[in-house]
C-alpha cells in the first residue's frame, strides 16, 4: 500500500471513531424543568383519612418548589364522604396546587353529576378551601328540568347558592326564588 493511500485510510478511520453519532434533540420548555414527569398518572386523594376522590391524566408534570401539579387531559371523580361517586370533571389541562387543593381546569371542562347535571365551560376554579367553584367566561348548564348559561359564575359545589353573570335560560317546575321574594 502506498503511504499516500495509508494515510488517508487512518484518517478516515480516526474521523468515523471521533463521530458522536445521533443525539437526542433537547427543547427548553417548561416542563423540561418539571422534578418529576408522570405518564397515565393516577392518584387518590384522600381528607381526613377519608377517599374523596380518583384523579388520573395523561400527562402531570410535578413541581416540587411551589407544590404544583401541572395536568394534560385529566378526569377527577369527586366522592361524597360514604365513598359515593357525586360528580366527574374533565379537562383539557388544569394546575392543581398541592398545598391548597385549588385546581384550575382550561380547555373543554365538563363537569357531570349522578344525578344528570352538566356543567361546561372553558375555564372552571375549584376552590377545596372556599368549598366553591367558580368561572369567569361563558359557561352552560343543564339538567333535566333546566337549561341555563351565563356569562360566570361562583356557587357552592353543591349548587345551591349560586350566583350568575348575565343569566340566560329556562326552568320547568316549581321556578327560582329571586333575591328579595
Known amino acids: 500500500m502506498k503511504p499516500l493511500g495509508a494515510l488517508a485510510l487512518l484518517a478516515s478511520l480516526s474521523v468515523a471513531c471521533s463521530d458522536p453519532g445521533v443525539r437526542p434533540r433537547t427543547s427548553g420548555q417548561a416542563a423540561d424543568s418539571a422534578d418529576q414527569i408522570l405518564s397515565k398518572m393516577s392518584t387518590r386523594l ?15 408534570y410535578v413541581y416540587q418548589n411551589t407544590s404544583t401539579m401541572n395536568l394534560r387531559r385529566f378526569k377527577v371523580r369527586m366522592l361524597d364522604a360514604q365513598g359515593n361517586l357525586q360528580s366527574t ?16 381546569a382550561r380547555g373543554h371542562v365538563l363537569v357531570e353529576s349522578t344525578d344528570g347535571r352538566k356543567l361546561r365551560t372553558e375555564h372552571l376554579i375549584y376552590d377545596k378551601t372556599a368549598n366553591q367553584i ?11 328540568t333546566e ?12 349548587f345551591r347558592n349560586v350566583q350568575i353573570d348575565q343569566p340566560r335560560g329556562t326552568q ?5 326564588l329571586l333575591p328579595g321574594q
Open 147 to 158: 337549561r341555563g348559561s351565563g356569562n360566570g359564575f361562583l356557587s357552592d359545589i353543591n
Open 46 to 60: 384522600t381528607e381526613g383519612g377519608v377517599l374523596r376522590s380518583f384523579v388520573e391524566a395523561d400527562t402531570a
Open 172 to 176: 320547568r317546575g316549581k321556578g327560582v
Open 134 to 144: 367558580k368561572s369567569d367566561t361563558t359557561f352552560s348548564y343543564e339538567s333535566p
Open 89 to 104: 370533571l374533565t379537562a383539557d389541562s388544569g394546575v392543581y396546587a398541592t398545598y391548597s387543593g385549588k385546581l384550575d
